[in-house]
């Protein structure tokens, strides 16, 4: 059984660059999260796809992130002109409709 | 405004005895309670659910007990064992984010000592 699949592990960027991270789901999950975990903190919602369709977006995603999941299958989170703010873990999980969430190990971001 | 809070940051029992996270929420919307174990450097693993039709839900070593009334639920494991230290998440979904967004508690480090 392949779980929920986060490329890359760690990403380390200098604030100002773009970065994106990739999420492959559990293959027969047609829904998909990204949450964001600051230290000490539980996990918040980010966004949610359905299949391909992004069907909610947290007031913490600004304008400068930016999420696609084209043909209902990976996904990627991109983050433009990063700040020291979005040093966080960045998590995927996928489910089927109403079953428990699976996550993936995560993306740590480190902005210099 | 935090809709789940665990109060506890952190719990420390002896090996073969019971160890209790505690949860409160705030949303009575919230319909749908998890747990969820995370080791470091991974992503969080699920590890028991219940739905608010139930006060209590129990697979193996581990029981989830709701009180609705309080909005509270809790965490039992029984008998607590050294590869249960981790830090664990309770979470909530429910009303109009059903089956979508999960609503995090900021964790219990669970330490159980051999």
């Known amino acids: 059984d392949t779980g929920v699949s986060q490329d890359p592990r760690h990403k380390i960027t200098k604030r100002g660059q773009n970065v994106t991270f990739r999420c492959d789901p559990i293959s027969e999950h047609n829904r998909l999260y990204w949450y964001r975990q600051t230290l000490g903190q539980g996990p918040e919602f980010l966004t949610y796809?359905?299949?391909?369709?992004?069907?909610?977006k947290s007031r913490l995603l600004s304008d400068r992130f930016s999420a696609e999941r084209p043909k209902g299958s990976f996904s990627t989170l991109e983050i433009q002109r990063t700040e020291q703010g979005d040093s966080a873990m960045y998590l995927c999980?996928?489910?089927?409709?109403?079953?428990?969430?699976?996550f993936g190990d995560g993306t740590r971001l480190s902005i210099l | 405004d935090q809709q789940v809070k665990q109060n506890s940051p952190s719990l420390s029992v002896q090996e073969g005895r019971i160890s209790i996270l505690n949860c409160d929420y705030t949303?009575?919307?919230?319909?749908?309670f998890l747990w969820y174990k995370k080791y470091p450097a991974e992503g969080p693993t699920f590890l028991i659910s219940?739905?608010?039709?139930?006060d209590k839900n129990e697979d193996g070593r581990f029981t989830v007990f709701l009180n609705k009334s309080a909005k509270h639920l809790s965490l039992h494991i029984v008998p607590s064992q050294p590869g249960d230290s981790a830090v664990y998440f309770c979470a909530a979904t429910g009303g109009i984010n059903a089956g979508n967004m999960l609503t995090f508690g900021g964790g219990t480090r669970l330490m159980v000592k051999p």
């Open positions: 999980a996928s489910n089927r409709d109403y079953q428990p969430q699976h």
């Open positions: 949303n009575s919307m919230f319909d749908y």
């Open positions: 219940i739905s608010s039709i139930k």
């Open positions: 796809f359905q299949n391909e369709a992004q069907l909610e």
